[in-house]
């Protein structure tokens, strides 16, 4: 049973940063991508940033190119998003999710697993 579990959201004001992280746990995930999602109130939920788990490639959301990070930490089953210079259009929930793919997709209805999702709040 795989698990991936957020965390590391809250509230910053625009220009800070943040760091996510999304534990995952229930198989070895050599062969599989990890995305992150969003979604804010009354918006779908988007794309933002995927790696492949095993080669560490990064495809990310042109929203977020250059200011988010997307990385990934074998030894702890753990991928983080780093996200600095941050604005208030990025406050949304924050989701991370994987499948059983080497692919970097990107549309939510690719992917087989899902946290339950942190807050992250950008104040102007």
């Known amino acids: 049973q795989v698990q991936l579990v957020e965390s590391g959201g809250g509230l910053v004001q625009a220009g800070g940063s943040l760091r996510l992280s999304c534990a995952a746990s229930?198989?070895?995930?050599?062969?599989?991508?990890m995305g992150w999602f969003r979604q804010a109130p009354g918006k779908e939920r988007e794309f933002v940033a995927a790696?492949?788990?095993?080669?560490?490639?990064?495809y990310y959301a042109d929203s977020v190119k250059g200011r988010f990070t997307i990385s990934r930490d074998n030894a702890k089953n753990t991928v983080y998003l780093q996200m600095n210079s941050l604005k208030p259009e990025d406050t949304a929930i924050y989701s991370c999710?994987?499948?059983?793919?080497?692919?970097?997709?990107?549309?939510?209805?690719?992917?087989?697993?899902w946290g339950q999702g942190t807050q992250v709040t950008v104040s102007s």
């Open positions: 999710a994987t499948t059983y793919t080497t692919t970097l997709i990107t549309r939510p209805g690719q992917y087989d697993y």
């Open positions: 229930g198989r070895t995930f050599s062969t599989y991508v």
């Open positions: 790696i492949n788990w095993s080669r560490g490639n990064t």
